[in-house]
């Protein structure tokens, strides 16, 4: 398996509070993403990185921000949760190759209440 | 921007019983393929890719996936299930033009493999 730790694993939060979501490798791979996956919509993009202090959007990033000091650490910021963030997150990596293929971590499951 | 779209949402089958599982694509340039497995309670892991030449591509625990470009289509398959395959399957496409090193995911199925 990638090295790829997310912290925490599980988080119960409230309405209204920070949240702060760490991804980690150890790989050195150029590209880390974040994902959420909910029953029926399969996994989404909300953010990526495509190298030091390099960001961009994806689908869904709306109330979601994200930053990325270090090659190996990636941070998913919930400036207010809500409610509709209740997801399980994933951050996933990958390298410049012929294949772009996703390497994923093993997830967090937030609740918000 | 493009689309997958899985149309099986939820699949049961007996064991020994073969599988299929289908994917259709929305792009029409080179595209990138892929089937991502997911066990209950754990991270995605990748299953089979598509990237070039042989449009039949064989993953790990015996399954493969056939890319029929005109149909925009990247099945997978498996010719006999076992209960150990139960779990949520993902497609996945990269597009070559302009997507980077991103994917867009289908929906997702889940298979439940009953003895």
């Known amino acids: 398996d990638a090295g790829i730790t997310q912290s925490p694993r599980h988080k119960v939060t409230e309405t209204g509070t920070p949240v702060t979501l760490r991804c980690h490798q150890t790989e050195n791979h150029r590209y880390m993403y974040w994902y959420r996956q909910d029953p029926g919509h399969g996994l989404r993009l909300i953010h990526y990185?495509?190298?030091?202090?390099?960001?961009d959007k994806g689908e869904v990033s709306d109330g979601y921000s994200v930053s990325r000091s270090k090659t190996e650490d990636f941070l998913l910021t919930l400036e207010s949760a809500t409610s509709s963030q209740t997801s399980v997150y994933f951050c996933a990596i990958s390298e410049l190759t012929q294949t772009y293929e996703q390497y994923f971590g093993p997830g967090t499951r937030l609740t918000v209440t | 921007a493009q689309s997958v779209s899985q149309h099986n949402h939820h699949v049961i089958l007996s064991e020994a019983a073969s599988l299929e599982l289908g994917c259709n694509y929305s792009y029409g340039g080179t595209v990138n393929l892929f089937w991502y497995v997911q066990y209950p309670g754990q991270h995605l892991q990748l299953l089979l890719k598509?990237?070039?030449?042989?449009?039949l591509v064989k993953g790990i625990k015996g399954f493969e996936a056939e890319f029929i470009k005109s149909k925009f289509s990247f099945n997978l398959r498996k010719p006999s299930v076992q209960w150990s395959d139960t779990a949520e399957y993902f497609c996945a496409v990269n597009a070559m033009a302009g997507g980077g090193n991103k994917l867009t995911f289908g929906t997702g199925t889940q298979l439940k493999v009953e003895l």
């Open positions: 598509y990237f070039s030449g042989d449009p």
């Open positions: 990185s495509y190298g030091v202090k390099d960001t």
